[in-house]
Every structure is written in C-alpha cells, then in structure tokens.
C-alpha cells in the first residue's frame, strides 16, 4: 500500500476516534439538570411549592352583630313612706295579789267587795309591796289610780324605781269592805318599771289593784 493511503487511513481513523470520545464523554461530565427550586410567591425561601389551586382563599368577614339596646325600665312610683303612730298605750290594770309582785312581810287577804275577791294587806313598817309595770311606750307623767281600802286616815307612800317618794294621806270610806280610788300624776321611765308601796313610819291602807293611764 502506498504511504499517502497509509497516512489517510491514519487521520481517518484519529478522527473517527475523536468524534466517539465527544459522542460518549459529555453525558458523563456534565452535571444533570436541577429541578426548578424557585419559591413561590410570598413564602420564605426554602418552603413547598403550593399549588395555586390549593392555596385557601381568605374568607370574607362576617358582618357585626347588630348590638342589643336594653330596654329602658320602667320605674314605678314609689308610694310615700307611711307614718307609723305608736300603739296606744291603754290602761294597764295589775291586781295587788298578782303572784308576780314582790311581796315583803304584806299578805294577801280575801275580801268579798274586791276585784278578784282578794287584797293586799299588813303594808307598813318593814313589810312592802312592788308591782311591775310593763311597756311605757314613753317617758313622762302618767295617771296612777290605786283602789285601796282603810278604816282609819293611813299614809300611803310609793316610789319608782328608788326614785323620789311621794307621800299620800288617805281617808278612805272608813270601812274595810268598800273600796276607795285615788289617782296621782307620777313620772315613769319607757319600758318596764317597778313602783313600791310603803309606809316607814306607821301603817298603810290595804291595796286591791293599780292602774296606770
């Protein structure tokens, strides 16, 4: 063969080579196409990509409820405040021989022309009696109405409370059976009180009943 055909044959063959080597190197070589890693509008780089279609759409906001007015109240009329009088205070009626009086060394002694059919009597000296009164609604001067019997002028004295003593002298009917009333003003307090029958110097008229108006 000839040395021109030879070296043909040789550059065909070098260039035949070459163009292989381009054919299979380049797939091996080059780096494989990356996904496309752009984020999606505003999120932070780096997140999911969301697809538009699955991306919720903020709901409308509901309108404010309509706001409740309370109704006015109606204020009724409130009437006048009442004035409440206090209750009368009636006449208060203690008969002598009452078990609840105090009795020192005084005896109860049945008499027929009395009220219950009893009194009070052997008042004097030593020997007292005391009775309670109840429910003063006020204090100040009230009528004392004591119904005694005597035979003889007597003294009567009496007292409120350790207060100041009034001194009473009583004729009476003279007689044992007919009862004689005698009526003073005397001051007691409000409430409760207790009013003590004596004579410290002599003898007193026998006591039926006190009242005080």
Same mark, same amino acid.
């Given at each position: 063969?000839?040395?021109?055909? /030879?070296? =043909?044959?040789?550059?065909?063959?070098?260039?035949?080579?070459?163009?292989?080597?381009?054919?299979?190197?380049?797939?091996? &070589?080059?780096?494989?196409? $990356?996904?496309?890693?752009?984020? *999606?509008?505003?999120?932070?780089?780096?997140?999911p990509?969301?697809?538009?279609?699955?991306?919720?759409?903020?709901?409308?906001?509901?309108?404010? +409820?309509p706001?409740?007015?309370? *109704? %006015?109240?109606? #204020? !009724?009329?409130?009437?006048?405040? /009442?004035?409440?009088?206090?209750?009368?205070?009636?006449?208060?009626?203690? #008969?002598?021989?009452?078990? +609840?009086?105090?009795?020192?060394g !005084? /005896?109860?002694?049945?008499?027929p022309?009395?009220?219950?059919?009893?009194?009070?009597?052997?008042?004097?000296?030593?020997?007292?009696? !005391?009775?309670? &009164?109840?429910?003063?609604?006020?204090?100040?001067?009230?009528?004392?109405? =004591?119904?005694?019997?005597t035979? $003889?002028?007597?003294?009567?004295?009496?007292?409120?409370?350790?207060?100041?003593?009034?001194?009473?002298?009583? %004729?009476g009917?003279?007689?044992?059976?007919?009862? =004689?009333?005698?009526?003073?003003?005397?001051?007691?307090?409000?409430?409760?009180?207790? &009013?003590?029958?004596?004579?410290?110097?002599?003898?007193?008229?026998?006591?039926?009943?006190?009242?005080?108006?």
């Amino acid at each position: 063969m000839p040395v021109m055909s /030879r070296r =043909v044959l040789g550059w065909a063959a070098l260039v035949l080579a070459v163009a292989a080597t381009i054919a299979v190197v380049p797939p091996l &070589i080059m780096p494989a196409p $990356q996904p496309d890693r752009t984020p *999606a509008a505003g999120g932070p780089p780096g997140s999911p990509t969301v697809p538009p279609s699955s991306v919720p759409l903020p709901s409308a906001p509901s309108p404010p +409820a309509p706001s409740r007015t309370p *109704a %006015a109240r109606s #204020h !009724a009329a409130v009437p006048p405040a /009442r004035t409440i009088a206090p209750a009368a205070f009636g006449p208060v009626t203690v #008969h002598a021989a009452d078990p +609840a009086n105090i009795r020192v060394g !005084a /005896r109860v002694i049945e008499c027929p022309t009395c009220v219950d059919g009893s009194r009070v009597g052997y008042i004097g000296g030593p020997n007292t009696l !005391a009775v309670r &009164i109840a429910g003063v609604p006020r204090a100040g001067e009230w009528t004392l109405t =004591v119904v005694y019997e005597t035979e $003889q002028p007597r003294t009567l004295k009496l007292a409120v409370d350790g207060g100041p003593v009034r001194e009473l002298t009583l %004729a009476g009917a003279r007689s044992w059976l007919i009862p =004689v009333r005698v009526s003073v003003r005397l001051r007691l307090p409000k409430g409760d009180c207790w &009013i003590r029958f004596f004579n410290d110097t002599g003898s007193a008229p026998d006591i039926n009943t006190i009242t005080v108006s």
